[in-house]
């Protein structure tokens, strides 16, 4: 597989999982279920391509899978249960920390969570160019 093929993988998982999670949200349970389903047989199937050698495993994937989830799942999660763009929950980690860090400085917390989301898009190009 071409390095944009798995990228783009990742980020099909990333958009499934966000999209899973807010059926789950909106109590969609049977379109929940699919998602969930569809990204575990989707991870299976990205490591059995590893495993019998279709794919060359790198970290840098892993990165790239952090960073995309960082980005994506928050916007593609709010769209869908209609909350804000750029609003965090406040029972996941990440969401707690941006919420301590716009405690700490005084601020709202769409301006962390926005510089959070540019640093992470900055952080994916920069690492998009090098591969």
């Known amino acids: 597989m071409t390095p944009i093929l798995i990228i783009s993988y990742l ?30 047989a989707m991870w299976l199937a990205l490591f059995a391509l590893t495993g019998l050698g279709y794919m060359e495993f ?10 995309e989830r960082v ?3 928050d ?33 709202p917390y769409e301006h962390p969570s926005f510089m959070v989301k540019f640093i992470s898009a900055l952080a994916l190009i920069a690492i998009l160019i090098q591969i």
Do not use: S
């Not at 994937?61 to 952090?66: H, L, V």
């Open 11 to 40: 980020l099909l998982l990333v958009v499934l999982d966000a999209t899973g999670d807010a059926f789950r949200f909106k109590g969609w349970q049977k379109a929940h279920h699919f998602c969930e389903t569809l990204q575990v």
């Open 58 to 67: 790198r970290w840098v994937y892993i990165m790239i899978y952090i960073l």
């Open 71 to 73: 980005l994506f799942f």
């Open 75 to 107: 916007p593609i999660w709010n769209g869908i249960t209609g909350h804000r763009w750029l609003y965090v929950g406040e029972n996941d980690l990440m969401g707690m920390a941006i919420r301590g860090i716009a405690k700490l400085f005084k601020v």
